[in-house]
């Protein structure tokens, strides 16, 4: 029986994932900030698919949080009560529009939910990871500033851990919400490729793959914006101007399933380091930003994130340093 670890998997297209997911018989830990809307989707994914889904506390915008959930994960581990992940996906996450906000440890909160928890999560988890294992960043193809997604939101600025997590501190003034989200989701693109050149150089099996659902408005991503934008981005309408420029737009069912067969079915196994891409009702391997690529900006954002969420060396995996 195959055992799938998914944060943000109660709600929009990592609720359509775990409901496919368990349909095909693969046991489900769900982590992520409210036990009560979880506690639901457990109780509906059980009876429905008879399969085990486990429930787990996680704020990912929190490094005591992060640490709080792994630690849990790994006992239960231990003790025998949940088997080993087969695949984490990395998929809770948001935008945050109106004044910039910071997270408990004070760093900026997209940066923080987007980059930071998910990093320090799966650097404490990728010991529990058995071989031919799958770790899947949930990302954006707002990254690229050369497309219209990234044109739209506001261009992708300098991949820089150290700016980033204190955007806007020292009366410097902070990036708009677009770019804040875009930003944080190229860094979430150049994790992906240097976990899988990390992984790699040291002989792992474990596969690091990324992910682009598209456009989904109906998953509440705008939930921030006033009620016009949010009713009009769910238009037939708007669905229409959005494919007329451009843009790469999806539907939950599709993107759920897309995120599903990336972490289970065998065709994915051998695709570390690809970026996939929900669009239209095709899912299919594409080349991300330019900048994406950047090694020597990667392995400087990967040390600057290990600095940030206080990595220390009994929490670093061996295959990682």
Known sequence: MTTILITGGHSGIGLAAVRTLAARGIDIVLAGRSLERMRQVADELRATHGVTVTTLTLDVSSL?????CAAQFRTAIEAGEIDPPDAILCNAGGRFDGEISYSPDGYETTFATNCLGHFLFVELLLPTLPEQSRIVYTTSGTHDPDTMDGKAVGAAVEPDALALANNGRGGRKALSA??????????????????????????????????????????????????????????????????????????????????????????????????????????????????????????KLWDDSRQLVHLTAEEEPAQLR
């Not at 005591?64 to 709080?68: E, F, L």
């Not at 976990?195 to 989904?216: E, H, Q």
């Open 178 to 299: 677009g770019k804040r989200y875009s930003t944080s989701k190229l860094c979430t693109m150049m994790y992906v490729y240097e976990l899988d050149r990390r992984l790699r150089r040291a002989g792992s099996s474990v596969a690091s793959i990324a992910f682009d659902p598209g456009s989904v408005p109906e998953t509440g991503f705008l939930r921030g914006m006033p009620k016009p934008v949010q009713w009009f981005s769910n238009t037939s309408v708007m669905k229409w101007i959005s494919k007329r420029i451009g843009l790469v737009t999806s539907d939950v069912e599709f993107s759920g399933a897309s995120l599903a067969a990336i972490a289970a079915d065998p065709d994915y196994a051998n695709h570390s380091g690809t970026y996939f891409q929900a669009n239209d009702g095709t899912l299919s391997a594409v080349r991300s930003a330019r900048i994406s690529y950047d090694e020597q900006r990667a392995a």
């Open 64 to 68: 005591a949080s992060v640490r709080a």
